[in-house]
C-alpha cells in the first residue's frame, strides 16, 4: 500500500485543488497506476472492497476511518469557500462522494482487466470522458 500511496503523493499538490480537481486527478491517478502497478491496484481495490479476511479489521478500519475523515475535510472545507451545498448534511455528501469515486475507479479497473491491461492512450482518453462526466454530475447535483 505504501508504494502506491507514495505514486500518487509524488504525482498532486493537493494543497491548491478544490475537491473536484482532487477526485478527478484521483482517478487519473488511478487510472497510471494501473498501467504501472497493476498487481497492487487491484490488491489495494480488493482491499478497501474487504476481499481480504486475513487482514485485521482494524487495519481496514483504519484506513476507511482516514478517508472518510479526509473526504470531509475536503467537504468543509469546499462548503466554507461557497464551491459545495451547505443545505446537504456533510455525512450524506462523504457516502456520495466515497461511493461515487469508488464505484467510477471500479468500472475502470474493471475495464482495463478486460482489455488484458492493454490501457492504450486511446483508451485513457474514454475514461478521462468517464471522468468528465463524474465530475460534471457531481458538481451539478452537489456543487453550490
Known amino acids: 500500500m505504501g508504494i502506491l ?9 493537493r494543497e ?3 475537491m473536484f480537481e482532487y477526485y478527478s486527478t484521483d482517478i487519473s491517478d488511478m487510472i497510471q497506476l494501473v498501467r504501472e502497478e497493476k498487481d497492487l491496484s487491484f490488491f489495494a481495490q480488493d482491499l478497501f472492497l474487504g476481499k481480504f ?7 481496514i478500519s483504519e484506513m476507511m476511518r482516514v ?3 479526509y473526504t470531509v475535510e475536503l467537504i468543509r472545507k469546499e462548503q466554507e469557500k461557497g464551491s459545495v451545498r451547505t443545505d446537504i448534511d456533510t455525512e450524506l455528501l ?3 462522494l466515497l461511493g461515487a469515486t469508488t464505484k467510477v475507479k471500479q468500472h475502470i479497473i474493471l475495464e482495463a482487466e478486460k482489455s488484458g491491461f492493454d490501457i492504450t492512450d486511446d ?5 478521462r470522458h468517464i471522468i468528465n462526466d463524474m465530475m460534471e454530475l457531481l458538481k451539478n447535483g452537489i456543487g453550490a
Not at 123 to 127: A, K, L, N, Q, T
Open 5 to 13: 500511496m507514495d505514486k500518487v503523493s509524488k504525482r498532486r499538490n
Open 16 to 18: 491548491n485543488q478544490d
Open 53 to 59: 479476511q486475513a487482514i485485521p479489521d482494524d487495519s
Open 67 to 69: 478517508a472518510d475523515d
Open 94 to 96: 462523504k457516502i456520495f
Open 123 to 127: 483508451r485513457i482518453e474514454g475514461f
